[in-house]
């Protein structure tokens, strides 16, 4: 095989500053993702029907549709409504926020529903009320047992970021494209892409070790 690393070396700033921008992307997507999947799960978990109701549905839209859909949805259908001139990284970042937050509220669900309920009541008849009982004993101890699941929502999402490059948003996989386009060559463009995706997946896999390591002798 001719492979020309010469398309390579030529691209590289361009896959590095893509490669930035992934990972900001990624970063400012699970952070909104988990405010607003803290709300949903919470919203979720709800014994009220008519106020559960509206986020199981959230979940199931955002879970059970392709997310390639649900970027185009949000920069061709919602963000040309608040912007005369759509921007592709605000799009990107709405649309993987809210893809996120869907799993990430399942995640919260899961995590707080795995406390044994006797943590609850012990707290009330400390006299807290169901919000400080929540946020001072419950969501501390869920925490530590969402950290994996959390990386791995996380890794994904900075693998999934690649698919926002169809509404020309220059991320990593942006650049790959413009260089397999420029050359009509695939292996040398695609080959060094995942590698910088490889790197960043590993790399986070390692943090995430370490946070699980550390927390569980906590």
């Given amino acids: 095989m001719d492979f020309r690393f010469d398309i390579v070396v030529e691209y590289a700033p361009y896959l590095a500053k893509g490669a930035a921008l992934t990972i900001g992307l990624s970063l400012v997507a699970i952070i909104l993702g988990s ?3 803290l709300i949903i799960g919470l919203g ?36 040309p409504l608040f912007m ?20 990430i509220a399942e995640i919260f669900r899961a995590g707080i529903q795995s406390i044994d309920k006797g943590q609850m009541e012990a707290a009330r008849s400390l006299g807290m009320n169901h919000f400080q009982a929540m946020w001072y004993v419950i969501l501390p101890q869920a925490l530590k047992r969402m950290i994996p699941p959390f990386g791995n929502e996380f890794i994904v999402l900075i693998k999934d970021s690649s698919l926002v490059s169809i509404i020309a948003a220059p991320e990593l996989m942006y650049w790959g494209r413009a260089a397999q386009g420029q050359y009509y060559r695939v292996w040398e463009p695609m080959l ?27």
């Fill in 35 to 37: 405010i607003f999947g």
């Fill in 44 to 79: 979720k978990m709800s014994k009220n029907r008519l106020l559960r109701t509206p986020f199981e549905w959230y979940i199931n839209f955002f879970r059970g549709t392709p997310l390639l859909v649900q970027i185009l949805l949000v920069h061709f259908g919602v963000t």
């Fill in 84 to 103: 005369a001139e759509p921007s592709s990284i605000v799009s990107a970042i709405i649309s993987l926020s809210l893809n996120a937050a869907a799993y």
């Fill in 192 to 218: 060094s892409v995942s590698l910088v995706y490889l790197i960043l997946t590993l790399l986070l896999s390692k943090l995430l070790s370490y946070l699980e390591r550390r927390y569980s002798t906590e």
